[in-house]
Nanobody, 125 residues
Framework: QVQLVESGGGLVQAGTSRRLSCAASARTFSSSTMAWFRQAPGKDREFVAYITWSGGRTYYAGSVKGRFTISRDNAKNTVYLQMNSLKPEDTAVYYC??????????????????WGQGTQVTVSS
């Protein structure tokens, strides 16, 4: 059974940084693409970033590119999201997700079979 547990959320001021972590129990973690999504109140869940199994490929939403960095440590079964220059519009619940399909990498929310419970990030102006 796959479990994903996010941590690192909280209340931060605009312009500052925060790092989110997602610890995975999946035995297939090191061969799976991992992603971060976020959902603001009243909005659909939106893609933030993904990283492929070896870390060789990353992809970002335009709204976070240049400010956020996704990384992973396969020895620790953990994926990270470093968020810099945070803006009030980054306020959302952030979810990590795992795509079990071999060789798959996508920003499509429906492709990710497993999700964490989410961690709230609130950016004050």
């Amino acid at each position: 059974q796959v479990q994903l547990v996010e941590s690192g959320g909280g209340l931060v001021q605009a312009g500052t940084s925060r790092r989110l972590s997602c610890a995975a129990s999946a035995r297939t973690f090191s061969s799976s693409t991992m992603a971060w999504f976020r959902q603001a109140p009243g909005k659909d869940r939106e893609f933030v970033a993904y990283i492929t199994w070896s870390g060789g490929r990353t992809y970002y939403a335009g709204s976070v590119k240049g400010r956020f960095t996704i990384s992973r440590d396969n020895a620790k079964n953990t994926v990270y999201l470093q968020m810099n220059s945070l803006k009030p519009e980054d306020t959302a619940v952030y979810y990590c997700a795992l795509d079990m399909t071999p060789g798959s990498y996508t920003n499509y929310v429906g492709a990710y079979e497993y999700w964490g419970q989410g961690t709230q990030v609130t950016v004050s102006s």
